[in-house]
T-cell receptor
Framework: GQNIDQPTEMTATEGAIVQINCTYQ??????LFWYQQHAGEAPTFLSY????GLEEKGRFSSFLSRSKGYSYLLLKELQMKDSASYLC?????????FGKGTMLLVSP | GAGVSQSPRYKVAKRGQDVALRCDPI?????LFWYQQALGQGPEFLTY????????KSGLPSDRFFAERPEGSVSTLKIQRTQQEDSAVYLC????????????FGPGTRLTVL
């Protein structure tokens, strides 16, 4: 089975940096994904890690340590529009198992 | 060039009623997934198709749930004799092929069972 943990809520200030952690215990591993989901909308893809290390894409970076079962999503220069739920998901053969999501609230 | 579309966007059903939810994946996408998302939770996997073959239906919560993709494109998720606990957003996603990294999600169908 798969068990994925991430904090329920986080708050941060506009312009700041925030790190959202995700730990997982899975029977299989074929990559870790981060998705962003605004209220009432579809999840949208942010990043994918399958090897250890940091993947940087603009203001967003994602890190993976397979030996520790740990990932984080780093958001820099926060903007109000970054207020959303951030979903960590692990893929086994072909299906994704999602965590419950971390609701990030960015305040002025 | 449209993304994944789903219909209806909202559905209200009386308990015991049957419902059918439709998903139009991105053209040419081989893999199609259905998820159920309860309020404040992450999406939970229901079932997976590769072309018309249903390769995994381990996430379907009961035999009241049935999914099909007869021609390998459009898919329908059917829920028979709906119950209040079926109230959720049903998300459909597609990806280019089984090994492809990114799943593209549709906007979902919000089902409310009264």
């Amino acid at each position: 089975g798969q068990n994925i943990d991430q904090p329920t809520e986080m708050t941060a200030t506009e312009g700041a940096i925030v790190q959202i952690n995700c730990t997982y215990q899975t029977s299989g591993f074929n990559g870790l994904f981060w998705y962003q989901q605004h209220a009432g909308e579809a999840p949208t893809f942010l990043s994918y890690n399958v090897l250890d290390g940091l993947e940087e894409k603009g203001r967003f970076s994602s890190f993976l340590s397979r030996s520790k079962g740990y990932s984080y999503l780093l958001l820099k220069e926060l903007q109000m529009k970054d207020s959303a739920s951030y979903l960590c998901a692990v893929r086994d053969e072909s299906t994704l198992t999602f965590g419950k999501g971390t609701m990030l609230l960015v305040s002025p | 060039g449209a993304g994944v579309s789903q219909s209806p966007r909202y559905k209200v059903a009386k308990r015991g009623q049957d419902v059918a939810l439709r998903c139009d994946p991105i053209s040419g996408h081989v893999s199609l997934f259905w998820y159920q998302q309860a309020l404040g939770q992450g999406p939970e996997f229901l079932t997976y198709f590769q072309n018309e073959a249903q390769l995994d239906k381990s996430g379907l919560p009961s035999d009241r749930f049935f999914a099909e993709r007869p021609e390998g494109s459009v898919s329908t998720l059917k829920i028979q004799r709906t119950q209040q606990e079926d109230s959720a957003v049903y998300l459909c996603a597609s990806s280019l092929n089984r090994g492809y990294n990114e799943q593209f999600f549709g906007p979902g169908t919000r089902l409310t069972v009264l």
